[in-house]
């Protein structure tokens, strides 16, 4: 995934990359689109830079602890990303998954470099790419994952509530 610095807001392409190539970078997989006119932080999903909005996740303002909403493009709730306090020195992720399954996070969402995992099974692997010039990391998404959408949208989502 690579952000595009000089843009209102925080609107990127997500690219299919290639470990083998020195992370070179193939066709567009995602658009995502980053709403900063509302009163709530806002992403947007898309499969074309123009076509319909596959998910939204919404950061929940007020509540004691942060919360983060996405959503699908009926606003259906999909997802909800919580942080749980543990101790003084990490913080905690939890993702309940359509109400009845939970992915939990372990490393460090601020170094990029963790792991979305559902029990034993890991659903998403992120790691930076120590070689590039430009803020790139890699989203490794398991073969298996029925909504590759659905998990570019908590990689999203853990990645702004990391940055505040």
Known sequence: MREKLLTLGKDFEIKEASHRR?????????YVDNKVLRLRETFNIRKSKHG????????RKMRV???MKIEDRSGK???KIKKRMVGVVRDNYVIK??????WQVYGSILDH????KEGAKTIVKVHKNRLTIKDAYFIDIDEDC????LAMMIVIG???????
């Open 77 to 79: 709730e999909i997802a």
């Open 146 to 149: 029925d909504d590759k959408a």
């Open 97 to 102: 998954v359509r109400g009845d399954r939970n």
């Open 52 to 59: 319909e909005v596959l998910y939204q996740v919404q950061e």
């Open 113 to 116: 470099n963790y792991t979305v």
């Open 65 to 67: 602890r942060d919360t």
């Open 158 to 164: 853990l990645d702004d509530m990391a940055d505040e």
């Open 22 to 30: 020195g992370g070179r970078t193939g066709e567009t997989k995602f």
